[in-house]
């Protein structure tokens, strides 16, 4: 059975493609948040401020685009995406704010 999750592809000012995520990502749905990824047009900001959870799986995919992506993520995701050093290798928005 899949976890929840929503994913809602917009477009930013800018005309970048916005990805805002919600709910958890697991391994149970990565696939559907790698098509997302992969089915958009240059660079992708993904908005993970309403995500409760992420695994590796997960993390995995965010990984594997990061050539291509940026993050607006809550300070609840910050010790997962600094441990595992994805934060070093891209933009993370948020992680600092109160």
Do not use: C, K, W
Request: no cysteine.
């Amino acid at each position: 059975m899949s976890t929840p999750m929503s994913l809602t592809p917009s477009r930013r000012s800018d005309g970048s493609t916005l990805l805002t995520v919600v709910g958890e990502i697991d391994m149970s749905n990565t696939d559907a948040l790698a098509a997302a990824i992969e089915t958009t047009d240059g660079p992708v900001v993904i908005d993970l401020t309403a995500v409760e959870y992420l695994d590796s799986a997960g993390l995995s995919v965010l990984f594997n685009h990061s050539d291509r992506i940026e993050l607006i993520a809550s300070p609840l995701l910050a010790p997962v995406l600094s441990i595992s050093g994805l934060a070093d290798l891209i933009t993370v928005h948020g992680l600092d704010t109160p």
